[in-house]
């Protein structure tokens, strides 16, 4: 698969919705990660990402203004050990219970579905990014229903071993903006990943659509030591 420029695919379609990149630095030494969140709605736009934790939960940026906070507040990013979970959805806690268990990452999903926003049907899009005695890995998950068909969910797991240094994938919610809004299809689109965390962050913000940006969370992880950076971008502060 051809390599995508990730910020010109973000300049060039308005709304995406949420999207998850994992990936591996230019120089190889670090996981990345990031997820963002786009809004239509005031009550979608009315958030912002702060640190929980290792993680990050949203949050209403005006309480007054909140009007129902299903399927917009939750955890999309939360830390298990050497697994990273980010996910656009409470299924973050899903699958960080599960896989507590001894459940493997697709295992953890099969209780849940896409979302019940009718007529959207807003997949569920999860990753996890996995560092273990200094290798690292990732899968990326979606469940979307059947072409808009709410009685059949499907269900794709991609998973990518020892991913090549300046290569990522992107997966989002949406081809682009419609009504209703049409869910991404095919396989999680392989992406460049350039730059420092400040670089990566700055160019991945610029390149959403100003006025339906919402949150970016970005986090670069040492492979060989865990340590890790976080970069949180609000367009409500």
């Keep these: 698969m051809e390599r995508i420029d990730l910020f010109n695919d973000l300049k060039d379609n308005s709304y995406p919705g949420r999207g998850i990149v994992l990936g591996r630095s230019e120089d190889g030494n670090k996981a990345v990660l990031a997820y963002f969140i786009m809004g239509r709605s005031e009550n979608s736009r009315n958030r912002i990402f702060i640190e929980d934790g290792d993680g990050i939960r949203t949050q209403a940026f005006d309480e007054s203004k909140m009007q129902d906070p299903s399927l917009i507040i939750y955890a999309p990013v939360r830390v298990m050990g050497g697994i990273t979970i980010v996910t656009n959805g409470d299924q973050t806690d899903t699958i960080y219970e599960e896989m507590g268990k001894g459940k493997s990452f697709e295992e953890s999903l099969r209780g849940r579905e896409f979302e019940p926003d009718k007529p959207n049907y807003t997949p569920r899009i999860s990753g996890i990014a996995c560092i273990q005695n200094k290798d ?87 492979i060989n030591t865990g340590e890790y950076e976080s970069r949180i971008v609000n367009a409500n502060e």
């Design 136 to 222: 690292y890995s990732y899968s990326l998950s979606i469940l979307k229903s059947a072409h808009g068909d709410p009685s059949s969910c499907q269900r794709f797991t991609f998973s990518y071993e020892k991913p090549r240094a300046g290569e990522g994938h992107f997966i989002h919610t949406y081809r682009c903006d419609g009504s209703p809004l049409p869910s991404f299809e095919g396989e999680p689109k392989a992406a460049a990943i350039t730059g420092g965390i400040d670089d990566f962050t700055g160019n991945l913000w610029d390149a959403l659509n100003k006025d339906n940006k919402v949150s970016l969370f970005v986090r670069y992880i040492d």
